[in-house]
């Protein structure tokens, strides 16, 4: 069975950091590009960040740029969201997605995590 498992969330006071992890099982991870999106309460899930299968290519939203970093480690089968600079805004469930391709359009991914919740606050 195909399954993503984040990890990695919690609590954090804003200008800290976290990282979060997706790790597969049931299939080989390097054979997918991976999303990471978010969704806050009462607001619409988003884009984060993508990878592509290589690790060569990488995009982000422009309310992360310049504080995360996504990367993987194929070898792990584990992709990596470093989260720098946290802004209450930044508050959230975080899923990573597999699919095809490197993307920021969330229709494009085929395997979806259960999430797993962010929240940076004082």
Avoid: H
Wanted: one cysteine or more.
């Amino acid at each position: 069975q195909l399954q993503l498992v984040e990890s990695g969330g919690g609590l954090v006071q804003p200008g800290g950091s976290l990282r979060l992890s997706c790790a597969a099982s049931g299939f080989t991870l390097d054979y997918y590009a991976i999303g990471w999106f978010r969704q806050a309460p009462g607001k619409e899930r988003e884009a984060v960040s993508c990878i592509s299968r290589s690790g060569g290519s990488t995009n982000y939203a422009g309310s992360v740029k310049g504080r995360f970093t996504i990367s993987r480690d194929n070898a792990k089968n584990t992709v990596y969201l470093q989260m720098n600079s946290l802004k209450p805004e930044d508050t959230a469930v975080y899923y990573c997605a597999a699919g095809y391709q490197a993307t920021m359009n969330e229709r494009r991914y085929d395997y979806w995590g259960q999430g797993t919740q962010v929240t940076v606050s004082s």
